[in-house]
């Protein structure tokens, strides 16, 4: 089956760097690249998605970067705010299947 | 239209005893999912359901747990006989069917067991 792996487990930043998360995939027949992002005691809520048809996407200060070829995938969050801070899990799945195996999860704190 | 409800939010048990926790999909969606949160770690998949059926069932343990959705109804994650490595967050998510289902689950707030 699909292993995510996910790194680093803690990022501490200061407010208004970037923070980069990476994860690596195995099975080469995911296509479907979600992130989400949960807040303490709260739920996972998808912040931003990829398909395997597209390198990159953006959504404001938010950004995934996919290379299939390696099957590596990245999330970068610019100008960080300490509402930021949360816990981020990347995931993988099948198109079709859409069963999404996470990684075991990035805690990032923001420093004010 | 609400979210995906979880109940109970909190659930203590003793060793041996049973817990059942429920969930309702958000309105429109048939697929059910069931994951597991360790503390430190991530989202394990359990199960994966649709009304009246068990597509994929790989991530239960073998013994003591099971879930079901039926027709009418939440679906029910059920454990019999705690032990204490039971304790852990169980999330549910949903997605609709067919063209609707774009990836995304739509988690609830989860049920925190807790096993004494």
């Known amino acids: 089956g699909e292993n995510v792996e996910q790194h680093p487990s803690t990022l501490s930043v200061q407010e208004g760097d970037s923070a980069v998360i990476k994860c690596t995939y195995s099975?080469?027949?995911?296509?479907?690249f979600p992130w989400y992002k949960q807040e303490l005691g709260k739920r996972p809520q998808l912040i931003i998605d990829?398909?395997?048809?597209?390198g990159e996407k953006k959504d404001q200060r938010i950004a995934v970067t996919l290379n299939k070829t390696a099957k590596h995938f990245s999330l970068h969050i610019t100008e960080t705010q300490p509402e930021d801070s949360a816990v981020y899990f990347c995931?993988?799945?099948?198109?079709?299947?859409?069963?999404?195996?996470f990684g075991r999860g990035t805690s990032l704190i923001v420093h004010p | 239209n609400a979210g995906v409800m979880q109940n109970p939010r909190h659930l203590v048990r003793r060793r041996g005893q049973e817990a059942r926790l429920r969930c309702s999909p958000m309105?429109?969606?048939?697929?059910v999912y069931w994951y597991r949160q360790l503390p430190e770690e991530g989202l394990k998949f359990m199960v994966y359901?649709?009304?009246?059926?068990?597509?994929?069932e790989s991530g239960m343990p073998k013994e003591r747990f099971s879930a079901e959705f039926p027709k009418e109804g939440p679906s029910i994650l059920r454990i019999q006989q705690v032990v204490r490595g039971d304790s852990a967050a169980y999330f549910c998510?949903?997605?609709?069917?067919?063209?609707?289902?774009?990836?995304?689950?739509?988690f609830g707030e989860g049920s925190r067991l807790t096993v004494l």
């Open positions: 998510a949903s997605s609709p069917l067919g063209q609707g289902n774009t990836g995304e689950l739509f």
């Open positions: 995931a993988a799945s099948i198109g079709g299947s859409y069963i999404p195996t």
């Open positions: 990829i398909r395997s048809n597209v």
């Open positions: 099975d080469s027949a995911s296509n479907y």
């Open positions: 309105k429109g969606h048939s697929h």
């Open positions: 359901l649709q009304k009246e059926n068990i597509i994929d």
